[in-house]
Structure formats: structure tokens, C-alpha cells
């Protein structure tokens, strides 16, 4: 109203034409400031929770794609201000799902929020079937599957420094060189001290005497690399005692439960999966070549006041003579990994068809593993009391 | 003398402004308001009803302004046990059907186009019932997609939720608010999107065919029923007033009115539209209600203003 007046106002007090010019310029400015306001849409709600009505307070409201956000106060109300609609709003609160929700008019709304309960459902395989890692009294560990990933000729490495309480000691440095794995420690001398590994159901004891392998003792090599980590579904493993009393005395080092990938149902899934690598000793010790080693040699007799080893002409005779012996045991060893599988089925019958290659020159020239592995899981189901697993 | 005349035009025109408010009083206009998906099929009652009576004064209100003082309040779901007041009762006028649509792109219509999906396979693609308790994995469809639906408390949720045994919380997916309208917005924008909706929005009213840029998802549907996934809204709509599908939700819409301020213009408008309003039902895309259900409506309309004449 006073801007008004000021417009309006008496001529006489004031310079004329100043005050209507300011009184213009004051009008378009209002103007102006109210279009910008008007450019701005209001999305006004109130966050309620779905079953008892009560209000949410701090859920975080985001417009998705921009900076906009709010968050509901006290009483559950929020507004959030938008240049265009319709804009898609992201509703979360702790302990709530996140409600996504796509606003195409900008009506007050109310926002009802669903409990996340969030209570552990994953299931563990133990010796005696599955049971709700929520339910789970023993001590069992499973390995993370995106570390399966990572293993290289065999899941062994993968569990090495994945999981707690487990020890995992690389025995032999060879490509499909096995490891020992201690999970309840040494417990017999003259015994085996390995776990118990449970292939499908199938347990198979895995010595790890057996599991030499190199360049001059070409002997066993480790079962287990024969497995394809890419095969694997999951691997758990129980630690504590109630292993024992499924296995009997062969779970009393532990048992590692191994669950190979089955087919699923549902539209036919072919993938590729493939790693190329070159290994390379990461290094090599610095030696002197025969004529500087029969110098030393020289000198270091010759300060303890005895005659030197080899005369001038024996040692000029060694000439440039230099042999780097490591060079010619080592090499760039080159490791590639593919597997390709098919995975699907419908509701009677589930396939997995899956070949993996994997191939690993070992940086000691006469060290190399090679792995060309092929797998079919069929399960049908015959009828509605009878199913065939191969 | 100047003040004088200045006095005179105030006087008249307070006194013409009480006139104009008085005769306002008496010609209250009746409210209608309520669902927003019914409107058109309301609008044309409306000026239907206002043809064969000019002195008739109805009003289609939105629902933000007011749904609370409106005449008349429409439904399109069966109510909660607690929803209605005790002195507001419910008029059945008339039934909506929900179909199925998706992005006329979606890799699903090609999938499911020999056998149609089950009702089965509608709710497991549409509700997910999270049971804590239970050992049995969630099963979820084979179908990716994305689910849009209206909010929770929208008629279309409600009547669609509980059409398969569920709450509207258990509606997959992400929320829709304005209007039933825009589910089809959210589809058209989204490959594998898809949800439920209305006849009269799925189809062009005018030229009784299915709106561009979508497509019914294919239902497995009984002989007599194949024709509902034809396109035309006139063979969808003579299906499903004789016969009862499975996979297609119907619902009935009907007016709330309290009866505590029960007015004769109210019911004379809702009479006519249990009688001669039905013929619209159709044009609209919406279904009429049964011959025995209209007349028990009738009677109970009857009952209810009997004292009102």
C-alpha cells in the first residue's frame, strides 16, 4: 500500500518526476519478484505411516534428478518447491521402504510409508539342510560371492583373508598349487588336520600332502582346483562343533560346504565371463657376473692374507661372460580365464550348462595348469512327488 | 450533493447484494465430488440431467476444495469397515472394469502374447507380500517390470488390491498421484512399465479405440471373453456386462450421502441416474449395474427420501 501511495502521492511535496519513477520502478520490481514466485510449484504433503496413521517425522523427501529435497516436520508435512511437473519424488525414512513416487499435479498429498521389517531372511546351508541366518546358534561362515570372482584356479585363494577364524596357507606357490586350511587348528599330529569338504552332499576329503604340485615334483595336484569357482554357487563353512555331529569324526576339522549353481527358472541366460593377465616376478635379485665374483674373491682373500683364487688371465679369460640364470628360469607367464554358461527353465525343468577354460603359465618355466571344465545340471520334475537332480 | 449521490449507489448496491445473496441460499447448488476417474462419466450425467431439467443446480467439485462439504461423495471401492460415518449410506450408479496395459514396446506383450497371463501370474507381477515369518522364498515373477500405481488410498488401489486378496500397500512399485490419467503417462514414458487402469481412460471415448502408445496385456481369457483384449471399448464393455472374468477387476462407483441433510434435489439427480442416466455408462466406458441391482438402488433411494416429497 505504500508503494502506492508513493505513486499515487502528493505531487507537491516531492520532485515529480523522481517519485513516479521511483514509484514505476518500485511497481515493476514487485511485478517482476511475483512472476519469478509464480514460477515455482509447491508440492505440499504429509508423511504418514501405512498402518497406524501416525505421523513420520525426518523422512527424507528428494526430487529425483535435481537438488530439491525436504525433509517432513513435526507433524509429518513437508513441501518441496519444483520449476516443472511432473517430477518424480523419493520418499525414505529410517526403518521404512523408499516410496517412489511420480507427482503429476501438485494437489496436497498424503504420503503412506511401509515398514521395512528388514529382518534377516538369507538362508545358510548347514550339514542338516538350511536354516534362517537369523535363527543360527552355530558358528558358520559363508564366503561373500563376489570373492568367488576374484579366486583364481581355485576358490582357495578366494577364501584366503575372506573369512574369520579360518587360516588359509598357500602350500605351494604353483599354478594350481593347493593350500592348507586350518579352521579348528592343529589337531593331530600324526593325523590329517584338513577340513572336510562337502561337494553337493558328496564329501570328499581333501589331503593336503596330496597337493604338491611344481616344477620338480610333478606330483598329485590338488583336488579342489578342479572345481571351477565360476561353478560355485556359495560356500559356507561351519566352524564349531555341531559339524561334528552330522560328519562324525571327519568334521572334526571343520567342514566346508560347497553348493554348485543350479538352473533357474525363467527366460534362458547365457554369460560370458573372461579375464586375461600376465604374471611376472615381481623381483629378481641383482647378482655380479663371474668376472666381478672372482674379483671379490680375490679381495676377500687377499685381506685375509692368503693367495688369490684366480689369476689375471683366468679372470680376463672369463670375459664378458654373464649369465643371468633367473631370466632363464622365469618368464612372463601369461593366466586367462573364460566361462561361458546357460542358465534357465521353466516351472518342471531347470538346466545350467556351463564351460569354463582356464589356462596359467606359471612364471617357473615347467610349472603350468590348465583347467578345461564342463558342467550339466538338470533338475525336472517328474511329477508332483518325484524330481531328478543330475 | 455529491456525497448524497455516492450514499444513493452504496444503498442500491447493498441492497441488490442481499438480493443476489438470499436467492443464492435458496438455489444452493447440489456438490458432487469424489474420485476424479468418474468425472467424465459425472460431467456428462451432469449436463444430461441439467437438459431435461434447466432449473437444476449441480456443481462437480474438485476434491481438494471441499470434498468434505459435497452432497454427494463418490466411491469406486468397497469401504473399510470404519470408513464411512454412521449416518452416510452409499447409493450404487454404476461399474468400472480395470485392465491391464503396458508400453506398446514392452518385450512382456510378445512373451505372454500365445498364452496371456493368469490371474496367478497378475498378482505375483503386481503384489509383493513380504511374510517375515515364512521359510518359503518370496516368489517373484519372470517378468521384469516396473508397476505404477495410484496412492494407496485412491479408489482404483483399494479396488484393484482388493480384488486379489490384498492391501493396496502390497502394490509393487512406484506411485502415481494426480489422476488415474497419468498412470498411462508413467507408462508411455517406460518400456516395462505397467499398470491397471479404466476403461474410459484406456480408450478413446470418441473413437472407441485404444489410446496410441499403449497396449492391453495379454490375458489368458475364456473363449466367450477373447474378445476384451480386441481394442474396440464397445466389444470390452458387451463382454464384461454378462460376463464375469477372472482376471478382470470390476468395481462398483456409487455416491455417499449422509442422511442427516438429505435434500430432495440430491435425490431426484441420483434417481435419474439409476433410470434414465444408465444409457451414459457406456459412452463413458463405464458398465452399468445390473437390472436387479439398479432396482433394489431404486428402492432403497426411495426409502430413504420417502419423507422428503
Same mark, same amino acid.
Given at each position: 500500500?505504500?508503494?502506492?501511495l508513493?505513486?499515487?502521492g502528493?505531487?507537491?511535496?516531492?520532485p515529480?518526476?523522481s517519485?513516479?519513477?521511483a514509484?514505476?520502478?518500485?511497481?515493476?520490481?514487485?511485478?517482476?519478484?511475483?512472476s519469478?514466485?509464480?514460477?515455482?510449484?509447491?508440492?505440499?504433503?504429509?508423511?504418514?505411516?501405512?498402518?497406524?496413521?501416525?505421523?513420520?517425522?525426518?523422512?527424507?523427501?528428494?526430487?529425483k534428478?535435481?537438488?530439491?529435497?525436504?525433509?517432513?516436520?513435526?507433524n509429518?508435512?513437508?513441501?518441496?518447491?519444483?520449476?516443472v511437473l511432473?517430477?518424480?519424488?523419493a520418499?525414505?525414512?529410517?526403518?521404512?521402504?523408499?516410496?517412489?513416487?511420480?507427482v503429476?499435479?501438485?494437489d496436497p498429498?498424503t504420503?503412506?510409508?511401509?515398514?521395512d521389517? #528388514?529382518?534377516?531372511?538369507?538362508?545358510v546351508?548347514?550339514?542338516?539342510?538350511?536354516q534362517?541366518?537369523?535363527?543360527?546358534?552355530?558358528?558358520?561362515?559363508?564366503?561373500?560371492?563376489?570373492k568367488?570372482?576374484?579366486?583364481g584356479?581355485?576358490?582357495?585363494?578366494?577364501?584366503q583373508?575372506?573369512?574369520?577364524?579360518?587360516?588359509?596357507?598357500q602350500?605351494?606357490?604353483?599354478?594350481?598349487?593347493?593350500?592348507?586350511?586350518r579352521?579348528?587348528?592343529?589337531n593331530?599330529?600324526?593325523g590329517g588336520?584338513?577340513?572336510?569338504?562337502?561337494?553337493?552332499?558328496f564329501?570328499?576329503?581333501?589331503?593336503s600332502?596330496?597337493? #604338491?604340485?611344481?616344477?620338480?615334483?610333478?606330483?598329485?595336484? +590338488?583336488?579342489?582346483s578342479?572345481?571351477?569357482p565360476?561353478?560355485?554357487?556359495?560356500v559356507?563353512?561351519?566352524k564349531?562343533?555341531?559339524?561334528t555331529?552330522?560328519?562324525?569324526?571327519?568334521?572334526a576339522?571343520?567342514?566346508?560346504?560347497?553348493?554348485?549353481?543350479?538352473?533357474?527358472t525363467?527366460?534362458?541366460?547365457?554369460?560370458?565371463?573372461?579375464?586375461?593377465?600376465?604374471?611376472?616376478?615381481? #623381483?629378481?635379485?641383482k647378482?655380479?657376473s663371474?668376472?666381478?665374483?672372482g674379483?671379490?674373491? #680375490?679381495?676377500?682373500?687377499?685381506?685375509?692374507?692368503k693367495?688369490?683364487?684366480?689369476?689375471?688371465?683366468?679372470?680376463?679369460?672369463l670375459?664378458?661372460?654373464?649369465?643371468?640364470?633367473?631370466?632363464?628360469a622365469?618368464?612372463?607367464?601369461?593366466?586367462q580365464?573364460?566361462?561361458?554358461?546357460?542358465?534357465?527353465?521353466?516351472?518342471?525343468t531347470?538346466?545350467?550348462v556351463?564351460?569354463?577354460?582356464?589356462?596359467?603359465?606359471?612364471?617357473?618355466?615347467?610349472?603350468?595348469?590348465?583347467?578345461l571344465?564342463?558342467?550339466v545340471?538338470?533338475d525336472s520334475?517328474?511329477?508332483e512327488?518325484? +524330481?531328478?537332480?543330475? | 450533493?455529491?456525497?448524497?449521490?455516492f450514499y444513493?449507489?452504496l444503498?442500491?448496491?447493498?441492497?441488490?447484494?442481499?438480493?443476489?445473496a438470499t436467492?443464492?441460499?435458496?438455489?444452493?447448488?447440489?456438490v458432487?465430488?469424489?474420485?476424479?476417474?468418474?468425472?467424465?462419466?459425472?460431467?456428462?450425467?451432469?449436463?444430461?440431467?441439467?437438459?431435461?431439467?434447466?432449473?437444476?443446480?449441480?456443481?462437480?467439485?474438485?476434491k481438494?476444495n471441499?470434498?468434505?462439504t459435497?452432497?454427494?461423495?463418490i466411491?469406486?471401492?468397497q469401504?473399510?469397515?470404519?470408513?464411512?460415518?454412521p449416518?452416510?449410506?452409499i447409493?450404487y450408479?454404476?461399474?468400472?472394469?480395470?485392465?491391464?496395459?503396458?508400453?506398446?514396446?514392452n518385450?512382456i506383450?510378445?512373451?505372454?502374447?500365445?498364452?496371456g497371463?493368469?490371474?496367478?501370474?497378475?498378482?505375483?507381477?503386481?503384489?509383493?507380500?513380504?511374510?517375515?515369518?515364512s521359510d518359503?522364498p518370496?516368489?517373484?515373477?519372470?517378468?521384469?517390470?516396473?508397476?505404477?500405481?495410484?496412492?494407496?488410498?485412491?479408489?482404483?488401489?483399494?479396488?484393484?488390491a482388493?480384488?486379489?486378496?490384498?492391501q493396496?500397500?502390497e502394490?509393487?512399485?512406484?506411485k502415481?498421484?494426480?489422476?488415474?490419467?497419468?498412470?498411462?503417462?508413467?507408462?508411455k514414458?517406460?518400456?516395462?512399465?505397467?499398470?491397471?487402469?479404466?476403461l474410459?481412460?484406456?480408450?478413446?471415448?470418441?473413437?472407441?479405440?485404444?489410446?496410441?502408445?499403449?497396449?492391453?496385456?495379454?490375458?489368458?481369457?475364456?473363449?466367450?471373453?477373447k474378445?476384451i483384449?480386441?481394442?474396440?471399448?464397445?466389444?470390452?464393455?458387451?463382454?464384461?456386462?454378462?460376463?464375469?472374468?477372472?482376471?478382470?477387476p470390476?468395481?462398483k462407483i456409487g455416491?455417499?450421502?449422509?442422511?442427516?441433510?438429505?435434500?430432495?434435489?440430491?435425490?431426484?439427480?441420483?434417481?435419474?441416474?439409476?433410470?434414465?442416466?444408465?444409457?451414459?455408462?457406456?459412452?463413458?466406458?463405464f458398465?452399468?449395474?445390473?437390472?436387479?441391482a439398479?432396482?433394489?438402488q431404486?428402492?432403497?433411494?426411495?426409502?430413504?427420501?420417502?419423507?422428503?416429497?
Open positions: 500500500m505504500t508503494k502506492l508513493l505513486f499515487f502528493n505531487y507537491k511535496k516531492f515529480v518526476h517519485v513516479r519513477k514509484g514505476l520502478l518500485v511497481l515493476f520490481a514487485t511485478i517482476s519478484a511475483l519469478a514466485f509464480a514460477q515455482q510449484i509447491e508440492i505440499k504433503g504429509k508423511v504418514l505411516e501405512e498402518s497406524t496413521k501416525t505421523t513420520v517425522i525426518g523422512a527424507v523427501i528428494k526430487v534428478g535435481l537438488k530439491a529435497g525436504a525433509t517432513s516436520d513435526a509429518g508435512n513437508f513441501t518441496v518447491k519444483v520449476k511432473p517430477v518424480t519424488i520418499v525414505s525414512a529410517v526403518g521404512f521402504k523408499v516410496q517412489e513416487i511420480e503429476y499435479e501438485a498429498t504420503i503412506y510409508l511401509t515398514e521389517q #528388514n529382518r534377516l531372511s538369507n538362508v546351508v548347514i550339514g542338516y539342510g538350511t534362517k541366518r537369523s535363527e543360527l546358534t552355530g558358528s558358520i561362515s559363508s564366503l561373500p560371492t563376489d568367488l570372482k576374484q579366486a584356479a581355485s576358490f582357495e585363494n578366494a577364501l583373508g575372506a573369512i574369520s577364524g579360518i587360516q588359509v596357507t602350500s605351494s606357490g604353483a599354478p594350481g598349487g593347493g593350500a592348507s586350511i579352521i579348528r587348528g592343529g593331530s599330529i600324526t588336520n584338513d577340513p572336510l569338504y562337502v561337494i553337493d552332499g564329501p570328499v576329503y581333501n589331503n600332502s596330496e597337493t #604338491n604340485a611344481g616344477a620338480l615334483n610333478s606330483q598329485a595336484i +590338488n583336488p579342489l578342479s572345481i571351477n565360476g561353478d560355485i554357487e556359495s559356507d563353512i561351519l564349531d562343533a555341531s559339524a555331529a552330522i560328519y562324525g569324526s571327519r568334521g576339522n571343520g567342514v566346508i560346504i560347497i553348493t554348485t549353481k543350479k538352473g533357474k525363467g527366460a534362458n541366460k547365457v554369460t560370458y565371463e573372461g579375464s586375461y593377465g600376465i604374471q611376472t616376478a615381481t #623381483n629378481k635379485i647378482l655380479l663371474a668376472k666381478e665374483w674379483q671379490l674373491k #680375490n679381495d676377500a682373500r687377499a685381506n685375509s692374507g693367495t688369490a683364487a684366480y689369476t689375471a688371465a683366468q679372470l680376463d679369460s670375459g664378458s661372460v654373464n649369465n643371468d640364470w633367473q631370466d632363464a622365469l618368464r612372463n607367464a601369461a593366466i580365464n573364460h566361462n561361458l554358461s546357460f542358465v534357465g527353465g521353466n516351472d518342471k531347470r538346466y545350467s556351463s564351460t569354463g577354460y582356464l589356462k596359467q603359465d606359471g612364471i617357473l618355466i615347467g610349472t603350468d595348469f590348465q583347467r571344465s564342463t558342467r545340471a538338470l520334475k517328474l511329477s512327488k518325484f +524330481n531328478t537332480n543330475s | 450533493m455529491k456525497t448524497n449521490y444513493q449507489v444503498f442500491t448496491l447493498f441492497i441488490s447484494s442481499s438480493v443476489f436467492e443464492n441460499a435458496v438455489k444452493e447448488p447440489v458432487i465430488s469424489g474420485t476424479k476417474f468418474t468425472y467424465p462419466l459425472i460431467e456428462k450425467w451432469i449436463t444430461e440431467y441439467e437438459k431435461v431439467n434447466p432449473t437444476a443446480n449441480i456443481k462437480l467439485a474438485a481438494a471441499g470434498g468434505q459435497a452432497d454427494l461423495n466411491i469406486a471401492h469401504p473399510a469397515q470404519n470408513e464411512l460415518q449416518n452416510q449410506e447409493i450408479a454404476g461399474r468400472y472394469a480395470l485392465l491391464p496395459v503396458t508400453n506398446n514396446n518385450p506383450l510378445a512373451a505372454t502374447a500365445k498364452k497371463l493368469n490371474k496367478k501370474e497378475l498378482d505375483k507381477l503386481f503384489f509383493e507380500v513380504i511374510d517375515y515369518d518359503e518370496v516368489q517373484k515373477s519372470k517378468f521384469r517390470a516396473n508397476i505404477y500405481s495410484r496412492d494407496n488410498q485412491a479408489c482404483a488401489s483399494t479396488a484393484l482388493g480384488y486379489f486378496g490384498h493396496s500397500s502394490i509393487r512399485g512406484k502415481v498421484f494426480g489422476d488415474d490419467i497419468y498412470l498411462l503417462s508413467a507408462i514414458k517406460d518400456s516395462i512399465g505397467l499398470a491397471f487402469n479404466n474410459g481412460y484406456l480408450y478413446d471415448v470418441n473413437s472407441r479405440n485404444l489410446k496410441e502408445g499403449i497396449a492391453l496385456l495379454p490375458l489368458d481369457l475364456k473363449k466367450e471373453a474378445t483384449l480386441s481394442g474396440n471399448l464397445d466389444e470390452v464393455l458387451s463382454v464384461l456386462e454378462v460376463n464375469r472374468v477372472e482376471t478382470v470390476v468395481e455416491f455417499v450421502y449422509s442422511n442427516q441433510n438429505a435434500r430432495k434435489e440430491v435425490s431426484d439427480f441420483v434417481k435419474w441416474v439409476l433410470t434414465d442416466g444408465q444409457k451414459f455408462n457406456h459412452d463413458k466406458g458398465l452399468n449395474l445390473d437390472k436387479q439398479l432396482a433394489e431404486a428402492g432403497r433411494l426411495s426409502e430413504r427420501f420417502l419423507t422428503l416429497k
